[in-house]
């Protein structure tokens, strides 16, 4: 009898003990925690959402209106250098170049050319939306449309339109519009949000933290090569044009079919021996202290331009031995000529549109 009750104790406390071991696996609590009465306390997010602000607008990139799920954590043997490849400019950091204001040529300049002068040596800005898988697996052509961050209706035309990614007989077309912030105070609150939502929609913006203007242009082909330099193995051509241009991707894809991978391939509507212009009133206007020079090196103008993707990579290369220059065409030219590639022209670019004949209406 005495041996029976015996039993029955110790099945109850093991019973008892189970209950507890259970309940403290389900609810995540220390024994001592269970034991005691405490309740749990409510642990901090492992991952929390990182966002970057800007004028009191919240940039969250492609996270926005998402949660992130946990990673499993990365084995130190499996990384690879090509995945530890990232934008390397975190800060903006850059105060003007007074050494200028004692020049008396400087002095002369207008106001548009000082400031830029006195910011040239600038060169580099923080990223605020990136999208480094565009570039992922192997890309045959990767269309990149520069835009400003007010002209949300021409990039949602191209993505209808010429834009579409798609797969072609199996070439893989991916796009890509580059961006800065708005210009104007006004605008970037709003516009930044507007252009948030755009992304997570989308997922095909580039974004970089420098005012969209028209000599920071040039800004926006330094940071495109040097992105395309981090995280463009895989891409065997780019086609590079404005978000006023309307392109046909199958004359784009017929014309590449005889074109080979590192053959320097930079093709546009090429301008021989431009001289710079000297009259102030025009858009394109160059003091000569700017440059001195009569003639521009050959450069690809207008709406666009297809080049090698390996020829993107040494672009970068020699735009980092060069100072910037205010047109962004003609520093593309600029950048060529020290590589000893010569820009090919084609006529099915048209930089001023397509001319009408005399029998059409």
């Given at each position: 009898m005495f041996q029976w009750k015996k039993t029955i104790y110790k099945?109850?406390?093991?019973?008892?003990?189970?209950?507890?071991?259970?309940?403290?696996l389900q609810r995540g609590m220390a024994p001592n925690q269970f034991m005691q009465g405490q309740q749990q306390k409510e642990l901090p997010p492992s991952d929390p959402l990182k966002s970057q602000k800007r004028d009191n607008t919240f940039s969250i990139s492609n996270t926005f209106w998402k949660t992130k799920k946990e990673k499993a954590p990365v084995k130190e043997e499996s990384v690879t250098a090509e995945q530890t490849k990232s934008w390397d400019v975190t800060t903006t950091n850059c105060s003007a170049n007074q050494n200028f204001s004692k020049v008396d040529w400087f002095k002369g300049l207008e106001p548009n050319f000082q400031q830029f002068l006195l910011y040239?040596?600038?060169?580099?800005?923080?990223?605020?939306?990136?999208?480094p898988e565009k570039c992922s697996g192997d890309v045959y052509l990767l269309i990149v449309v520069k835009s400003i961050i007010t002209q949300h209706d021409r990039r949602e035309a191209i993505r209808r339109t010429w834009g579409q990614e798609k797969e072609v007989e199996g070439k893989r077309i991916r796009t890509l519009f580059l961006l800065g912030t708005a210009s104007k105070e006004e605008e970037r609150a709003n516009h930044q949000k507007l252009l948030d939502y755009e992304n997570h929609i989308y997922g095909d913006i580039l974004q970089w933290d420098f005012l969209d203007s028209f000599f920071n242009l040039t800004l926006k082909e330094v940071h495109f090569l040097k992105w395309v330099d981090i995280y463009c193995d895989n891409v065997h051509f780019i086609f590079k044009g404005d978000d006023d241009v309307f392109v046909s991707p199958s004359n784009i894809l017929?014309?590449?079919?005889?074109?080979?991978?590192?053959?320097?391939?930079?093709?546009g509507d090429v301008l021989h021996r431009a001289r710079p212009i000297r009259k102030k009133e025009n858009k394109y206007y160059i003091p000569s202290a700017l440059y001195n020079k009569n003639i521009y090196p050959p450069y690809a103008g207008g709406g666009g331009f297809i080049m090698d993707g390996a020829l993107a990579k040494r672009l970068h290369k020699a735009s980092e031995t060069l100072e910037l220059y205010p047109i962004d065409d003609v520093f593309l030219g600029m950048c060529l000529e020290p590589l000893k590639v010569l820009p090919v022209g084609h006529e099915g670019f048209k930089s001023f549109g397509k001319k009408k004949t005399r029998t059409a209406r």
């Open positions: 099945t109850v406390c093991l019973s008892f003990l189970l209950v507890i071991t259970v309940t403290v040239r040596h600038c060169r580099y800005f923080p990223m605020l939306i990136n999208h017929e014309f590449l079919e005889d074109k080979k991978e590192g053959e320097d391939l930079f093709v």
